[in-house]
């Protein structure tokens, strides 16, 4: 109609911010309506998260700066008056990507330290998907520190990074998630040990004052460096059995597994007693 073909008269506007209004009236062929409130049609978005939504008023975000934020919605804000979920009308005409890390990716580190971003990318597919990034400081323990953000053109990519250092027990090292900030931060010195960097969309403040991760998608980048990366540790095997003894397996609190023939013996300050 002549309103949307209206959309376009914004010649002193970026060509990115056309690309936002031609995302927007794509919106519209896949059956998507506007995003609004009680105010008007167009929701303007939130000023304290630098969010909007794609089908309310795209334009606020040129005042946000590089880390405005241009998701989907599935009408959760407060004054929302629509809540159709953008995500799954969409899928009934294309298909969302595949998960490209399934299981664990081992993070690239150069032998200067250095970790390149065009060497460790990844993307968020969905709300659920969460991508980890596996690494090895060796004795004497190093320095962690890495920037994750969005690969896509500043200021409209849809990922809010949401990041979680663990080490090889599950322990929660570090966490970032900024406001109004697309990009999480982990700097940390830590211990010898694997550790696994976990990666997921992020939200912001509560659904209804802020954002969820119902649309915090898309590529990212892992860039910075980590000292003193060792080798991926290898498991030690249990000892071999003995043909004909009788064994007697103990397994000590810090998991380790001791086992002793009939006669014992001491193995790293335990003693392993033979069964009866």
Not at 224 to 252: C, E, F, H, I
């Amino acid at each position: 109609g002549a309103n949307r073909c209206g959309s376009f008269n914004y010649r002193q506007r970026t060509g990115y911010g056309l690309g936002r209004i031609t995302l927007h009236e794509v919106g519209h062929q896949f059956g998507l309506y506007h995003d609004g409130s009680p105010a008007g049609q167009y929701f303007n978005g939130l000023s304290a998260y630098k969010w909007t939504p794609v089908m309310g008023n795209v334009w606020p975000g040129d005042r946000w700066g590089s880390q405005a934020l241009y998701q989907w919605s599935i009408g959760e804000y407060r004054s929302a008056n629509n809540q159709q979920d953008d995500l799954q009308l969409i899928q009934r005409y294309i298909t969302r990507r595949a998960d490209d890390i399934v299981g664990t990716r081992e993070l690239t580190v150069g032998g200067d330290g250095r970790v390149r971003e065009a060497a460790n990318t990844g993307k968020i597919t969905d709300r659920t998907d969460s991508d980890s990034w596996t690494f090895t400081v060796g004795a004497g323990g190093g320095r962690v520190d890495l920037v994750i953000d969005r690969t896509e053109y500043l200021g409209g990519a849809m990922l809010d990074v949401d990041a979680t250092l663990r080490d090889g027990s599950g322990r929660v090292v570090a966490r970032s998630n900024r406001q109004v900030d697309r990009r999480a931060f982990i700097d940390e010195t830590v211990g010898a040990g694997s550790y696994t960097l976990v990666i997921r969309g992020g939200a912001e403040g509560t659904p209804r004052n802020g954002f969820s991760s119902y649309s915090s998608l898309g590529n990212y980048g892992i860039y910075g460096s980590v000292t003193n990366v060792g080798p991926t540790p290898v498991p030690t095997p249990p000892p071999t059995p003995v043909p004909g003894a009788d064994y007697l397996t103990l397994r000590g609190s810090n998991g380790r597994v001791f086992s002793g023939a009939r006669f014992g013996f001491l193995s790293d300050g335990y003693a392993t007693y033979p069964a009866e």
